[in-house]
């Protein structure tokens, strides 16, 4: 019997065992989950190698990054001229890195010079990047200052804005973040985590409205056609369409944060059609959508657009 999740225009039917890990890989934390031009599915997770490369049918074709063990975090797919590059983010080495898809790093961001935002205590934890049509490099401080930092393609700071706090402009947890070319104007999209809303700027970081229905600790964001998908990290993915208003959950769990040790639930716990701790989400060119979750033995899932 076929397992799926979803409603009205959105039906997917789980691919039940997609992922086809080797013997000697064994997953953690899986944070962050891309897809490149030819569907190949990356998964980034805290063990190591840390990056591991799948086919869209989920067999195993590599894997490196060793060196982000442990750190693994933010993760995100880029083309520029034709080429597609990541990005990641290290939570442990508290830095940013652009990569070859083979892995070789080609810029490295590290902790900005500011030293009325950071010092010995006050760390730069960052916890997602975003890449603007001009190449410019928008790095999210998830988990330090509650900053957001603006680089040019070549590492170096434009500006900078942010700061803990609830009122405008202000972030609590900024741990996703994500350029919208949606519409006309290019915007930045800011998950605004422990504050539960999605906090929208210009690209120049002028504040312009907010997101706050329907969701529940957004993580991250990715694009498909008009919509946008983003993980709420207490089970679910939801999904907006061109104007923000929401079109469907998928897996929504409404138990699954009151499990005892949360995310690191048992593992009889997890049912095909529900998620726990979704972390990462991308789709795919069929529309078919790939979630990683927070969980210490990693758990990935991919879900097959029916219609």
């Given at each position: 019997?076929?397992?799926?999740?979803?409603?009205?225009?959105?039906?997917?039917?789980?691919?039940?065992?997609?992922?086809?890990?080797?013997?000697?890989?064994?997953?953690?934390?899986?944070?962050?989950?891309?897809?490149?031009?030819?569907?190949?599915?990356?998964?980034?997770?805290?063990?190591?190698?840390?990056?591991?490369?799948?086919?869209?049918?989920?067999?195993?074709?590599?894997?490196?990054?060793?060196?982000?063990?442990?750190?693994?975090?933010?993760?995100?797919?880029?083309?520029?001229?034709?080429?597609?590059?990541?990005?990641?983010?290290?939570?442990?080495?508290?830095?940013?890195?652009?990569?070859?898809?083979?892995?070789?790093?080609?810029?490295?961001?590290?902790?900005?010079?500011?030293?009325?935002?950071?010092?010995?205590?006050?760390?730069?934890?960052?916890?997602?990047?975003?890449?603007?049509?001009?190449?410019?490099?928008?790095?999210?401080?998830?988990?330090?200052?509650?900053?957001?930092?603006?680089?040019?393609?070549?590492?170096?700071?434009?500006?900078?804005?942010?700061?803990?706090?609830?009122?405008?402009?202000?972030?609590?947890?900024?741990?996703?973040?994500?350029?919208?070319?949606?519409?006309?104007?290019?915007?930045?999209?800011?998950?605004?985590?422990?504050?539960?809303?999605?906090?929208?700027?210009?690209?120049?970081?002028?504040?312009?409205?907010?997101?706050?229905?329907?969701?529940?600790?957004?993580?991250?964001?990715?694009?498909?056609?008009?919509?946008?998908?983003?993980?709420?990290?207490?089970?679910?993915?939801?999904?907006?369409?061109?104007?923000?208003?929401?079109?469907?959950?998928?897996?929504?769990?409404?138990?699954?944060?009151?499990?005892?040790?949360?995310?690191?639930?048992?593992?009889?716990?997890?049912?095909?059609?529900?998620?726990?701790?979704?972390?990462?989400?991308?789709?795919?060119?069929?529309?078919?959508?790939?979630?990683?979750?927070?969980?210490?033995?990693?758990?990935?899932?991919?879900?097959?657009r029916i219609h």
């Amino acid at each position: 019997m076929a397992v799926r999740m979803g409603s009205g225009t959105h039906i997917y039917e789980v691919a039940v065992g997609w992922a086809k890990l080797p013997d000697n890989i064994r997953l953690g934390y899986t944070h962050g989950i891309v897809t490149d031009s030819k569907d190949n599915v990356y998964v980034f997770h805290t063990n190591a190698p840390s990056i591991v490369k799948f086919d869209k049918n989920g067999n195993y074709l590599s894997s490196w990054g060793e060196q982000f063990e442990g750190g693994a975090h933010g993760f995100l797919l880029h083309a520029e001229g034709g080429t597609e590059y990541l990005y990641v983010t290290d939570v442990n080495q508290n830095l940013v890195a652009k990569m070859t898809l083979d892995g070789e790093t080609l810029l490295t961001i590290r902790t900005p010079d500011m030293p009325e935002v950071y010092d010995e205590e006050r760390k730069f934890v960052p916890t997602d990047v975003a890449v603007a049509p001009n190449g410019d490099i928008y790095v999210a401080d998830g988990y330090g200052q509650s900053w957001i930092h603006q680089y040019n393609a070549s590492g170096e700071r434009i500006r900078s804005w942010g700061g803990k706090g609830t009122e405008v402009g202000k972030l609590d947890c900024p741990h996703g973040i994500s350029i919208d070319l949606r519409h006309e104007e290019p915007e930045l999209y800011v998950a605004d985590r422990s504050n539960h809303r999605i906090q929208v700027f210009t690209l120049e970081g002028e504040h312009k409205r907010f997101i706050d229905e329907n969701m529940d600790m957004p993580c991250s964001f990715y694009y498909w056609n008009d919509e946008v998908y983003f993980p709420d990290l207490h089970s679910r993915i939801t999904i907006l369409d061109s104007h923000d208003n929401l079109i469907t959950h998928l897996g929504e769990d409404l138990q699954a944060k009151s499990q005892q040790g949360w995310p690191n639930v048992r593992l009889d716990y997890f049912r095909d059609n529900r998620f726990s701790s979704p972390h990462g989400v991308c789709v795919d060119s069929e529309g078919n959508v790939l979630v990683a979750e927070w969980t210490e033995f990693g758990r990935v899932t991919k879900l097959i657009r029916i219609h």
